[in-house]
């Protein structure tokens, strides 16, 4: 075994038996890499990666490709999700240099860190027109021995184009403006699929971020289009095989055009805000079909990605039994032999067919309407659905009987954030306590295992230990996880936690053109300091931060809070008009400044004031911030926007307000809704 044993990433233990001597990334591969004169072999992946795993078995265990790695080069292995700085500094290089990036991603860095080549995956064997590993470490070394100034100069010109201090971009803060909303919609709309929903072409993700500012857009504007893009989009994807028809949650995206064949493995972050976007479609339309797949989501993450003590699972494989999407596709024969005479429903529901959709079996999938299917079969609609749950239950519980593909079980904080949030809000508005107790039990869990001296965040926990000091997007999403809390419990004790955190990031993230860095000065100092701006598969720590603050803004009046927030949406204005689809947490973070948040004071007992409570939280409303008071303040609040708030008539008072400037205190829930 090698030095990857002793690390608590699920993906690095994997490549722990491999004949290549493997080190973390650390202060030891370098310190090695200089009094050897190596050049060091950064190879960055993550566990449910499928081509991270065939580049393992092609090259990492096998024995003369381990030789040739150890002894030209000191290798280390990163594990992109713990490390989301150093697989962003390397990435933006290997894009330079390629023009295109991917994981795995393999770096050639000289003993100071500084690439001088890189790609993706490399074959053991040359093929596809790409050159064999073994062909391109020879060429490296060669490179490094030979032409040592020439490599050096260009490894100094690419460490310098990384550098992010000062970005000289964006405008002023009076261009977040509905304008720029308004444009940035039409761009959005002008890459729509009008027969298959989504934004792109294959491969099609899921882009949650971009869905969101669709729906808040529509709640500001009630521009029509922009509802219909996101529930058409929502309603396909849902049909699709990306979504488990039978487990509940989405896989990471489909790689055609339809949402039928999917990559197979399962993200956290996906399913934590496809869950909360599901959620609210349900809000907005009412449409049963999306609070179904909202629950179904909710129920797969705490039925298989919960740990004992509260915390969430990071990701399941693609993979298993060595084939991508064993687990979970099914032959006609296989459907027939266990369901007996209700066989023909699920073939018929499913578009089940003798050659199948995918390699000779079926990805499950909805193609027709319930409708549709009924009328087919002869049934009513309702007698199809109850049959379609039993046979559900049966299929899932045959699926148990297969090989699992494999778990990556680490936590990860900011991922554990996005389900915090959801789930949080789920629980008030579906009324569900199960929801509530998961949300509280992964707040407290993250409390007592990822917060350090009361207001520093840990990024990474297994196996009993926490560690790498937390990016922005840990702060920014656990902060989000802890508004929501807070206003499903009204518990100030996470408010207070969430406030904390705010002001750490103010403190330590912050960069000189007003914008924020991943990584906090009290970080491990790099080649350069990395600043996200754009969303990927989760949202920009920045842009999720700008939303943090103008919510709490709300709550305490702090003008610094507004004064961060508009400064770092600022730098982006150029960009979310010229590129809206990569900033969607920015545009929605925009698009609560173009509405103005409404602050809403209670003051009562939760029990007693639940029908005002229900009142402001159960219909959608994005902009819309709640405090709670379970007693008359007649002074200053632990939470500003409490002061000196009393019940009138010694009922449940609700005080509407903007910019702490209220309309008169109700105690009917009629005139509150009139109100906001």
Known sequence: MNRLANETSPYLKQHAANPVDWYPWGAEAFERARAE?????????????HWCHVM???????????????DLFVNIKVDREERPDVDDIYMQAVQMMTRHGGWPMTVFLTPDGKPFYGGTYFPREARYGMPSFQEVMEAVIDAYRNRRPQLEKMADELAGSLNREKLAIGGAASDLSPELLTAAFQKIAQSYDKMQGGFSDAPKFPQPMNLEFLLRHYARTGEQAALDMA?????????????????????????????????????????????????????????????????????????????????????TDADSEGEEGKF?????????????????????????TTRGNFEGHNILYVPNDDAVVAERLGMSVPDLRAK????????????????????????????????????????????????????????????????????RLWRTYNDGQAKITG??????????????????????????????????????????????????????????????????????GSSMFARDLLRLVAYTGNGDYDDAARKALSLLTAALREFPQAFGEALSAVEMLAAGVVEVALVGEPAAAKDLIDAVQKPYR??????????????????????YRVQRGGQPTAYVCRNFACKLPVTSVEALKEQI
């Open 37 to 49: 004169d190596k050049p060091i072999l950064l190879s960055v992946g993550y566990s449910a990666c």
């Open 56 to 70: 393992a078995h092609e090259s990492f265990e096998h024995e003369p490709t381990a030789k040739i790695m150890n």
């Open 231 to 315: 529930a058409f989009t929502l309603e396909k994807m849902a049909r699709g095989g990306m979504y488990d028809q039978l487990g509940g949650g989405f896989h990471r995206y489909s790689v055609d055009a339809i949402w039928l064949v999917p990559h197979f493995e399962k993200m956290l972050y996906d399913n934590a805000q496809l869950s909360r976007v599901y959620l609210h479609a349900y809000q907005i339309t009412g449409n049963a079909f999306f609070r179904t797949i909202a629950e179904e989501i909710y129920d797969y993450l705490l039925r298989e990605m919960t740990s004992p003590e509260g915390g969430f699972y990071s990701a």
């Open 328 to 352: 979970f596709v099914w032959s006609k024969a296989e459907l027939e032999e266990r369901l007996g005479g209700d066989a023909k429903i699920a073939i018929e529901y499913w578009g089940v």
């Open 388 to 455: 379609l749950a039993a046979i559900k239950d049966t299929l899932y519980a045959a699926r148990t009987q297969r090989v699992s593909p494999g778990l990556d079980d680490k936590i990860l904080t900011a991922w554990n954030g996005l389900a915090l949030a959801s789930l949080s809000e789920a629980a008030r508005v579906l009324d569900r306590a199960d929801y509530r107790e998961a949300a509280l039990r992964n707040a407290t869990f993250l409390r007592e295992n990822l917060l350090a001296d009361g207001d």
């Open 471 to 540: 990016y922005l997007e840990d702060y920014a999403n656990l902060i989000d996880g802890l508004l929501e809390l807070y206003q499903t419990t009204f518990d100030e004790s996470w408010f207070d936690l969430a406030r904390r955190l705010a002001d750490t990031v103010l403190a330590h993230f912050r960069a000189d053109d007003g914008g924020f860095f991943d990584t906090s000065d009290e970080g491990e100092t790099l080649i350069a300091r990395p600043r996200a701006l754009q969303d990927n598969a989760t949202p920009a």
């Open 622 to 643: 994005p902009n819309v911030i709640t405090a709670l008071a379970r007693a008359d303040v007649e002074g200053e609040a632990a939470i500003p926007l409490l002061s």
